[in-house]
């Protein structure tokens, strides 16, 4: 059994990431990354709020406040039988399905494309916020695709940084967050 896959709860912080399938690609060019992040916001961001993400060619990696049950519930009220964390996996799993079958369809490929389940870590202090901000901004360059975080297209960092309205980051927020 894989490790980090407890129930993701209403409320919380959370680290979320995965990889292709044997580390095979997820994204092959410009146009998969646009459609990944279109994706997190039509499907995912009902249960969350994104405060980082970094795409990487064969791995992501996305902080995630859940939103509370209050909000969760309003969004589904045909779903009020339905555990929180149950409702929230599901937009997850909504969310890489639509991907996997667009890329799978546009590629002609079959199968799987992430690996599963999903993994994510439980954000239990705000110094672990922070390090896990900085640590998903850095990740390009710690896999040394770029030297420096900032030039990387495909994270969140250069919005934030430079204070850019963003429709699935909450810019300000996260900018007084890091104390910027």
């Not at 509370?68 to 969310?95: A, L």
Request: aromatic share 14%.
């Amino acid at each position: 059994m894989k490790k980090n896959i407890y129930p993701l709860e209403a409320g919380c912080f959370y680290h979320i990431y995965n990889r292709g399938i044997n580390s095979q690609k997820l994204f092959f060019n410009d146009k998969n990354y646009h459609y990944f992040l279109n994706l997190m916001e039509s499907k995912i961001s009902s249960v969350v709020t994104v405060y980082a993400y970094c795409l990487m060619q064969n791995h992501f990696h996305i902080l995630v406040r859940t939103k509370s049950e209050m909000e969760i519930r309003k969004f589904f009220p045909e779903k009020d039988k339905t555990e929180i964390s149950k409702i929230i996996s599901q937009q997850f799993s909504n969310m890489f399905n639509s991907y996997t079958q667009a890329i799978n369809k546009h590629y002609g490929r079959t199968g799987k494309l992430f690996e599963l389940p999903f993994r994510r870590k439980f954000i239990s202090s705000h110094t672990q916020l922070i390090n896990t901000i900085h640590y998903i901004h850095n990740n390009p360059v710690k896999h040394r695709i770029i030297l420096n975080a900032e030039n990387y297209r495909h994270s969140s960092l250069c919005k934030i940084k430079n204070g850019i309205d963003d429709s699935l980051l909450p810019v300000e927020a996260i900018r007084k967050l890091l104390g910027w």
